[in-house]
């Protein structure tokens, strides 16, 4: 088996490895993402917009189910599908930037995926606003040689133009929804409406062309919307849309508690993790309840509850009052910037402590990617930088927990090297004391950890492969960090195998 980031820091992709070949499966000309930049944050303003005068998701939503029921969709929205008791299939989340972080990622993913049935998008297929000229890069291209059928599930960038997009290229080619009525002048909606991001005009007209690059029979997917159920061998995956704002509207709950109920085990993909940096986001529903309700319910089955959104790999082990544990993850690294592990303070959550937590990146390696960032961008590499081990050492510090790799006696923690992970928003143990400059650790966190992009390896991105069996599921996070040796063959980062009976 391959090192992986937990054994050497070689298998976490530093030092001097060969460069992958992904960069052969890009386009000449690459469009490169900024969050820093004010006209991508403008272009991605319905989220805002949403949060200050109300969320149209709902309705919107609403309009497009309503519109596939009527073209035949089946009205339980399952897919149902005849594999074996025995299969496979992946799960990739926060793709679509099209640039060197998601391409890094293919070759893995086409060796460890070339015998799994299907895969899942779970959140963000197109960045910045899901526009439909965008798949061509950021989807069909990455994907084309990936043989099985791709489902998907919106994220909140899929969202920043109504949907229309996403559900021409995952729903049969649904067409546009009619206008919606206008709202009332001088209303919140009003306002709203006035600074609406919408499709620019003439966007798909590239889309066709795009198409053929996934044509073939066997790649074909067909899902009746945004959300659905895939009943696949012994399991029901059941994916569901959380819109702009990380929430379900009461038509969405009342099919999520009808398709929940039943002893088949069932795993969750939301564009929203339930578990998080630390804490927990049970998702709201519309007119009362919670999507974790639905999920910890005894009769409901559920094993896992796999979130995208946030851009790494994180999982909960959450023990339930009956007895069970039920495997909470967040599988966002398939391809957007790198976000930050370092920040996540000591675990200590749902009695999940940092014994049973994992993340990846791991916190020091999410450290010494930013310091060497920031560095570089300020100028100041001799003074931001820290190496990989200087990193790990200070996490251990800070957090209270030993050195996850530390194969020789640790670097001595000096003033410099406590200020600069201060200063990109380290996490500490929770203690009364600490907690009290939680608000100022959160200002640093922003500041200095915003969304980042590098374009030369270790790029730290990774997806999930599930082996299903009649008893048993076995999640393995595989890594992505661009280099050659990682592309043949993706070391494993967790594993975990979930009973199903």
């Known amino acids: 088996m391959p090192e992986s980031s937990r054994d ?3 298998g976490a992709g530093w030092g001097t490895a060969e460069r992958g070949a992904y960069r052969r499966l890009m386009p000449n000309d690459v469009e490169k993402i900024s969050w820093l930049d004010p006209r991508m944050l403008w272009a991605a303003r319905n989220g805002v917009l949403a949060s200050w005068f109300g969320d149209p998701t709902g309705e919107t939503r609403g309009r497009w189910v309503a519109q596939r029921a009527a073209a035949g969709a089946p009205e339980d929205r399952v897919i149902r599908r005849d594999d074996p008791d025995r299969f496979s299939f992946l799960v990739i989340g926060d793709t679509g930037e099209g640039d060197e972080p998601q391409y890094a ?35 069909f291209r990455p994907y084309r040689d990936y043989p099985a059928p791709i489902y998907a599930i919106p994220g909140n960038h899929d969202w920043y133009e109504d949907l229309g997009a996403f559900m021409r290229v995952f729903c049969d080619d649904a067409p546009p929804l009619p206008p919606a009525p206008r709202p009332r002048p001088l209303t919140r909606a009003w306002l709203r409406s006035l600074l609406w991001h919408r499709p620019r005009a003439g966007d798909g007209g590239r889309l066709d062309e795009a198409r053929k690059l996934r044509s073939a029979p066997g790649q074909q997917a067909v899902q009746p919307g945004p959300y659905w159920a895939v009943d696949a061998g012994p399991v029901r995956i059941v994916g569901i849309d959380t819109g702009l704002l990380g929430t379900l ?46 999920v910890r319910d005894p009769a409901h089955h559920y094993v896992a509850a796999i979130g995208g959104d946030i851009h790494n790999y994180q999982r909960y082990p959450v023990r339930l009052d009956d007895g069970r544990i039920l495997q909470y993850v967040v599988a966002g690294g398939g391809g957007a910037f790198t976000h930050a592990t370092h ?24 450290l010494a990617f930013y310091s060497a960032l920031y560095g570089r961008r300020l100028r100041l590499r001799r003074f931001f930088r820290l190496t990989e081990a200087e990193a790990m050492a200070v996490i251990a ?22 200020l600069v992970a201060g200063l990109l928003g380290t996490g500490r143990r929770p203690d009364r004391r600490k907690r009290l400059r939680l608000p100022v650790r959160k200002a640093y966190a922003s500041l200095f950890s915003p969304g980042s992009a590098t374009y030369s390896p270790p790029f730290f991105k990774c997806f999930l492969r ?30 975990v195998t979930i009973p199903l009976r």
């Open 343 to 366: 920040t996540i303070p000591r675990v200590d959550v749902a009695g999940v402590t940092e014994r049973d937590f994992r993340c990846y990146p791991l916190r020091g390696d999410s």
């Open 466 to 495: 599930l082996d299903v069996s009649p008893d048993a599921v076995r999640l393995r996070c595989h890594a992505a960090t661009g280099l050659r040796a990682q592309e043949i063959d993706p070391p494993v980062e967790d594993e």
């Open 105 to 139: 990622v293919v070759p893995g993913l086409l060796e460890e995926g070339r015998d799994t049935a299907f895969a899942v998008l779970a959140s963000d297929v197109i960045y910045p606003v899901g526009s439909a000229d965008d798949y061509g890069t950021k989807f």
């Open 249 to 294: 509207d009461a038509e969405q709950g009342a099919w999520l508690r009808e398709v929940s109920r039943g002893p088949r085990p069932k795993i969750l993909v939301t564009g929203s993790p339930l578990y998080v940096d630390g804490a927990h986001h049970p998702c709201p529903i519309e007119g009362g309840g919670t999507v974790d309700d639905i």
């Open 397 to 418: 510090e800070r957090l209270g927990i030993g050195p996850t790799r530390a194969p020789g006696a640790p670097p001595r923690v000096t003033r410099r090297m406590r």
């Open 8 to 10: 050497t820091a070689e």
